[in-house]
């Protein structure tokens, strides 16, 4: 997740809201009610959500439009806030299953319950969530700072099983770049590429920038020699291959496993707000 300016309120919701809003307000029966809420899915309030959010999901920052369509989402829902759900400042783009039942759906903890949830637009995301890179396993989990961030990783989904391991493939390469970076102009542009507000899964490439020193003594080692044998320039003997290939499959299948196993648990514990984003494990 990524902060966004969300934009200027299209002029259609500025003209309408006030006729729409009185529909939802007259509607007796259920179908009538989910008829008037629907006015909110005009292609002009789409158009604009999917230009402020560049078609990616505002939570879990996919790109949805070339495997699915995009939903409206009000961050505080309609069935709470009937009032907001033409507010401008309530619509995010989503993807089907963060904003889906199994997820967010009519969810919105409040303050007593560690809310409210994360919103890209008036929070920093990053204040409240940071990385954790396991390179054996070649997952990356989403961990939180603060209570809110707890509470939003855990409504979302922001760890369910197959996100993670969508995403972990993405920033595994995002993380070899990054340990690449300071010697190959090429991996730098294509790192400061994925730091981009349209790049999907943009939050983890800017993290791991923040956060080269801790890869590199995970994973990548300080020593240049190290580092220039783990990017494949050397051939011929297992220790030469890049440190992010170095697992077994057995052991990445077993690490992979206590992930997703592990996915529920909580501790409570949140780090102090100097940790480096991007940690690596
Ligand atoms: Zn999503």
Redesign the pocket.
Known sequence: MIRVDRGTKPALLEGKKADWDKAVADASTVKAREAAFAKVRHKQIRAALEEAFHGK?A??E?EIKHVGYSQIEHYRPVSKRRDLAFCWDNLLL??G???GPEFKGDLFPEADAGGPLLNPCSDDPSDHLYFVFDPVAGLTTVAPRTPRGEVTVRT?GLNRPDLRTHRSRSVTRLAALALLASEHADCAALLTEAKRSDAEYAAFARALSASTESLEAAIGGSDPQARRRGSGRKTGQSDDRHPLARSSSRRRARRCAEYHRDSHQQDNQYPSHDTVPFQAI
Do not use: M, T
């Open positions: 999901c939570y879990c996919s989503a993807c299953r963060c904003n979302l």
